[in-house]
Structures are given as C-alpha cells and as structure tokens.
C-alpha cells in the first residue's frame, strides 16, 4: 500500500475544472446558450466550480460548438492542440455531434470526433442552459477520473 | 437609497433566483420541445416524416417483414416538422431533455421500431398499415366496428368496399 498521495494542489483543483469555449463555425445560438448558462444567476455554472477561460493553456475541459467548417478546421485543431492534459471535450449541439441540419454540406468538414476525441456529447439545436450544466456535470465526472 | 431599499427587501424574502438544477429537479414547461417519440402502431409507414426532417435524422429502412423506422437523437433539431405532418399521430414531442450523454452512448441515441405490413382481410394481399388516428380523420361519424374493419383491408378492397359499382352487390 504504497500509493502516491496525490499533492494538495492537484487534490484541490479537481474541484475546479476551467472551462474553454471554441466555436467551430457555431451560427452563435449554443454560444449564446454556453454564455446564459455562465453569465445568467438563474443557471450559475459556476455553483459546479467551473470558470470560464480566456486562454486555451489554462483550459481543462474544452467546449465546442458548431459544424467545423472547412474553413475554421485547421483553426480549430491548432487551438485545441494548445490545450494541456489531462483535459475533456465536450461536443455542444447537435452540429458537432453529427453536422445537424448542415451535414454532408461541401463547407462542412465535420462531424468534430473525425479529428478530436470527444468525451461527452449534448444534443439539442440549441441545447436548454439546463442540458449544458447536466453536460458539464458528466464532463467533470470524467475529468476526475483522468486527473 | 429610496430605490435601493426595496429591492433590498425583496431580495431578503424572496431567495435566491438560481435553480438547483443538478441537485434538484429542473423546471421545464408544458410546452417544451425536445425527445421525439414514436408510437409504431399508429403509423401508416408515408415517410412524410423523413422528407420533412430538415437534418435528414429520420429514416425508413426496408426489412423482411415492414419497414424499421430510425431516428437519431444527435442529429435531430427539434424543429417538429415531423410531428406537424404526421397525420396518423405517430410521432409526439416529448418534454424530455435529457439528453446529454458520454460518447461511447453516441450511436445508442436513437428511436426505433420495426412497423409491419399487414394482409388484407378480404383479398389477402399484403398491403401498408391503415391506423387509427388516420382512419378515424378519413371516416368521420362511422361506427368504430365499420372504421375496425375497413382498416383491415387493403386500399383496393376499401375502395370497391365503400364506394361499389352500380350493379355489382357490396
């Protein structure tokens, strides 16, 4: 029984995953949506001990929103490879997940987990603020488990 | 200060306006969209539904015996074309949004049912389901027995049945 004990500071800090929002070419409805359950004292993510971000190297789960356009993808896969690990992606809408109402277009180069590994997905076109924090809560379940 | 105090006093008695949501139950309207359902029973297998889905998340597959209706949550926008042009009330909206899920679950989203043709009861040949809601639309004021057994029949036979040629005997 000689287990590492894990550092106060890494213990502490699984209570309180940063969050990162990467817009893949979203037409802005699952964002105004990631940006309600944030800003809005009626959702309050951060009850969960979630913080938005504003750089991708403080990021520990990733939120993704929109279809990956053929234009942004290149974009996207640079900024989510600054992203350290251990981290978690969240799939955010129906586009990422499967292209919704643009798949099989020529712009579309999705679906997203063609190119990044995806943990947790929430569909919905757009999902409700409640849907996402039920998201972010099966994402940091899994977060703790990687860390 | 005069207009502060107030709201000051309503916040002291009301609470806080956050919801509880993952530690409670969430409130969700009567009127919500979301899960679609599928009742196999009542459906008259037009594909009215898959021409309408805007994000093609509906599908009709041919198999043996009928066609296995599938529709995939991760794809569907919740717009309820489907439910609006489903004439024999197959497809309800349901107010379940739960629907967020790991991604080894992501293929497992989905509602399906295998709806079976049926034999015609007078000739015997093997014709498309006739369901209630629909019938019932198409035969208003018939007795339930008559509209029972002109959906047992196939669209011929219905046909010669209530609407005969002169001459022949029904």
């Given at each position: 029984?000689?287990?590492?004990?894990?550092?106060?500071?890494?213990?502490?800090?699984?209570?309180?995953?940063?969050?990162?929002?990467?817009?893949?070419?979203?037409?802005?409805?699952?964002?105004?949506?990631?940006?309600?359950?944030?800003?809005?004292?009626?959702?309050?993510?951060?009850?969960?001990?979630?913080?938005?971000?504003?750089?991708?190297?403080?990021?520990?789960?990733?939120?993704?929103?929109?279809?990956?356009?053929?234009?942004?993808?290149?974009?996207?896969?640079?900024?989510?490879?600054?992203?350290?690990?251990?981290?978690?992606?969240?799939?955010?809408?129906?586009?990422?997940?499967?292209?919704?109402?643009?798949?099989?277009?020529?712009?579309i180069a999705g679906p997203l987990d063609k190119y990044i590994p995806?943990?947790?997905?929430?569909?919905?076109?757009?999902?409700?603020?409640?849907?996402?924090?039920?998201?972010?809560?099966?994402?940091?379940?899994?977060?703790?488990?990687?860390? | 200060?005069?207009?502060?105090?107030?709201?000051?006093?309503?916040?002291?008695?009301?609470?806080?306006?956050?919801?509880?949501?993952?530690?409670?139950?969430?409130?969700?309207?009567?009127?919500?969209?979301a899960r679609v359902s599928f009742n196999p029973d009542s459906c008259?297998?037009?594909?009215?539904?898959?021409?309408?889905?805007?994000?093609?998340?509906?599908?009709?597959?041919?198999?043996?015996?009928?066609?296995?209706?599938?529709?995939?949550?991760?794809a569907c926008v919740f717009c309820g074309l489907c439910v609006h042009?489903?004439?024999?009330?197959?497809?309800?909206?349901?107010?379940?949004?739960?629907?967020?899920?790991?991604?080894?679950?992501?293929?497992?989203?989905?509602?399906?049912?295998?709806?079976?043709?049926?034999?015609?009861?007078?000739?015997?040949?093997?014709?498309?389901?006739?369901?209630?809601?629909?019938?019932?639309?198409?035969?208003?004021?018939?007795?339930?027995?008559?509209?029972?057994?002109?959906?047992?029949?196939?669209?011929?036979?219905?046909?010669?049945?209530?609407?005969?040629?002169?001459?022949?005997?029904?």
């Amino acid at each position: 029984m000689n287990a590492i004990k894990p550092s106060l500071a890494s213990r502490l800090s699984t209570k309180s995953p940063w969050l990162y929002r990467i817009n893949a070419g979203s037409c802005n409805g699952c964002d105004v949506e990631l940006a309600t359950t944030a800003i809005i004292p009626r959702y309050d993510v951060e009850r969960l001990g979630c913080q938005y971000c504003g750089s991708p190297k403080h990021a520990d789960i990733v939120l993704i929103t929109g279809p990956l356009t053929a234009r942004v993808k290149d974009k996207v896969l640079r900024l989510f490879d600054e992203i350290p690990e251990p981290k978690v992606t969240v799939a955010v809408g129906v586009c990422p997940i499967s292209g919704g109402v643009f798949r099989e277009s020529y712009a579309i180069a999705g679906p997203l987990d063609k190119y990044i590994p995806i943990d947790v997905n929430i569909p919905g076109c757009p999902p409700r603020p409640q849907a996402i924090i039920e998201g972010i809560a099966k994402a940091i379940a899994v977060w703790q488990s990687r860390i | 200060m005069s207009f502060f105090l107030p709201v000051l006093l309503r916040n002291l008695f009301q609470g806080p306006s956050t919801e509880a949501f993952p530690f409670a139950e969430a409130y969700t309207p009567a009127a919500m969209r979301a899960r679609v359902s599928f009742n196999p029973d009542s459906c008259a297998l037009c594909r009215v539904c898959a021409r309408m889905c805007p994000a093609g998340a509906i599908q009709l597959e041919k198999r043996p015996d009928g066609l296995e209706f599938i529709l995939w949550h991760n794809a569907c926008v919740f717009c309820g074309l489907c439910v609006h042009y489903c004439d024999s009330e197959a497809l309800h909206q349901t107010d379940d949004w739960h629907l967020s899920h790991l991604q080894a679950e992501k293929y497992a989203m989905v509602e399906k049912a295998v709806v079976k043709f049926q034999k015609c009861s007078t000739c015997g040949k093997q014709k498309m389901p006739a369901p209630l809601p629909l019938m019932a639309k198409l035969y208003p004021g018939l007795p339930a027995d008559e509209i029972e057994r002109l959906r047992a029949m196939c669209p011929q036979c219905r046909k010669a049945e209530s609407a005969p040629v002169q001459g022949e005997t029904p």
